[in-house]
């Protein structure tokens, strides 16, 4: 197989957003908020790897039909979230009704590129034996939230990682939001936690601090990057994954820490304004970029 420059790996859910407001439908989960980012920006050299159900192929068909390079994993069912917001859209409360099975060893064997981004939902998403596969093949990015996620009776509960010790030293690059930040960290200073995560092993840390913006720490030094103002705050399902799906874009094709994460930023800005993922193009992120700051 061809080594691609830049693969997501995770599960597209079946989600039911709740709002004051309204109650939507939709596809969900990291594998389809960032492959759908992707698409407007660039599918050159990208690889989705997803698992899915018989029911969901003409999801995967769509994104096909979109250029988007995808390998599908077979899985009995797909992880069907529920997430409901009450007036505060920087907080959730989630349910989780359907759990897929787990990514193994043996599916990801034959699958390659310059950087690999676990997109994890739940903590049995992929095995640490996984984890350290993917580590040897890539530049391996890991968003830590399904790693903190256990469900018991549908219900959500945050934990923190085990194997945390064992694991963060295969991951370069680790995206936390604060909530995250704190369950893994144990505080909620982000420039403390930045240090704890790069003392446990992890080398590009990505703090993401709703609308007081994103921390980045990379090669002892830090990156202040603001949240870029939005006319509007309809829907913040799939953010951090339209975060990440910009910043590893950039890095992949060269910029530094900074600049990949204000157009990751920017990418933000756009997401919130209306439900699903990011779409829109460089141009508006890139004035964005220009005219906010």
Same mark, same amino acid.
């Not at 309204?22 to 759908?36: Q, V």
């Not at 599908?72 to 009704?97: E, H, M, W």
């Not at 200073?189 to 840390?205: H, Q, R, T, W």
């Given at each position: 197989?061809?080594?691609?420059?830049?693969?997501?790996?995770?599960?597209?859910?079946?989600?039911?957003?709740?709002?004051?407001?309204?109650?939507?439908?939709?596809?969900?989960?990291?594998?389809?908020?960032? !492959?759908? @980012? *992707? &698409?407007? $920006? =660039?599918?050159?050299?990208? %690889?989705? +790897?997803?698992?899915?159900?018989?029911?969901?192929?003409?999801?995967?068909?769509?994104?096909?039909?979109?250029?988007?390079?995808?390998?599908?994993?077979?899985?009995?069912?797909?992880?069907?979230?529920?997430?409901?917001?009450?007036?505060?859209?920087?907080?959730?409360?989630?349910?989780?009704?359907?759990?897929?099975?787990?990514?193994?060893?043996?599916?990801?064997?034959?699958?390659?590129?310059?950087?690999?981004?676990?997109?994890?939902?739940?903590?049995?998403?992929?095995? !640490?034996? @996984? *984890? &350290?596969? $993917? =580590?040897?093949?890539?530049? %391996?990015? +890991?968003?830590?939230?399904?790693?903190?996620?256990?469900?018991?009776?549908?219900?959500?509960?945050?934990?923190?990682?085990?194997?945390?010790?064992?694991?963060?030293?295969?991951?370069?690059?680790?995206?936390?939001?604060?909530?995250?930040?704190?369950?893994?960290?144990?505080?909620?200073?982000?420039?403390?936690?930045?240090?704890?995560?790069?003392?446990?092993?992890?080398?590009?840390?990505?703090?993401?601090?709703?609308?007081?913006?994103?921390?980045?720490?990379?090669?002892?030094?830090?990156?202040?990057?603001?949240?870029?103002?939005?006319?509007? %705050?309809?829907?913040?399902?799939?953010?951090?994954?339209?975060?990440?799906?910009?910043?590893?874009?950039?890095?992949?094709?060269?910029?530094?820490?900074?600049?990949?994460?204000?157009?990751?930023?920017?990418?933000?800005?756009?997401?919130?304004?209306?439900?699903?993922?990011?779409?829109?193009?460089?141009?508006?992120?890139?004035?964005?970029?220009?005219?906010?700051?």
């Amino acid at each position: 197989m061809s080594i691609h420059k830049l693969c997501c790996i995770g599960y597209i859910t079946n989600d039911t957003i709740v709002t004051p407001d309204n109650t939507t439908s939709l596809p969900g989960g990291t594998a389809w908020y960032f !492959a759908k @980012a *992707i &698409k407007q $920006l =660039s599918t050159d050299d990208f %690889l989705l +790897v997803t698992a899915v159900e018989e029911e969901q192929q003409p999801v995967i068909e769509e994104l096909r039909g979109e250029g988007i390079d995808v390998i599908t994993i077979p899985t009995r069912r797909s992880a069907c979230f529920v997430n409901i917001y009450d007036g505060n859209l920087n907080s959730r409360k989630q349910r989780v009704t359907a759990q897929p099975d787990p990514f193994t060893i043996e599916s990801l064997q034959t699958i390659d590129a310059d950087i690999i981004h676990l997109g994890s939902l739940l903590h049995d998403d992929f095995s !640490a034996d @996984a *984890i &350290k596969l $993917l =580590s040897s093949k890539a530049t %391996l990015s +890991v968003d830590v939230q399904g790693f903190l996620r256990k469900v018991s009776d549908e219900q959500v509960q945050h934990i923190d990682w085990e194997e945390k010790r064992e694991l963060l030293p295969y991951i370069h690059t680790l995206k936390a939001n604060e909530t995250e930040m704190e369950v893994l960290t144990g505080t909620s200073d982000p420039y403390e936690a930045a240090l704890i995560l790069k003392d446990l092993g992890v080398k590009e840390v990505i703090l993401t601090l709703g609308d007081k913006g994103s921390l980045i720490y990379h090669r002892g030094q830090y990156h202040d990057i603001p949240a870029y103002p939005t006319l509007s %705050l309809v829907d913040v399902t799939g953010c951090g994954d339209t975060y990440m799906a910009g910043y590893l874009l950039q890095r992949s094709l060269g910029k530094d820490e900074d600049e990949a994460g204000r157009f990751a930023a920017a990418m933000c800005t756009v997401k919130l304004q209306d439900y699903g993922p990011f779409n829109s193009t460089e141009k508006v992120v890139r004035r964005i970029m220009s005219s906010s700051y």
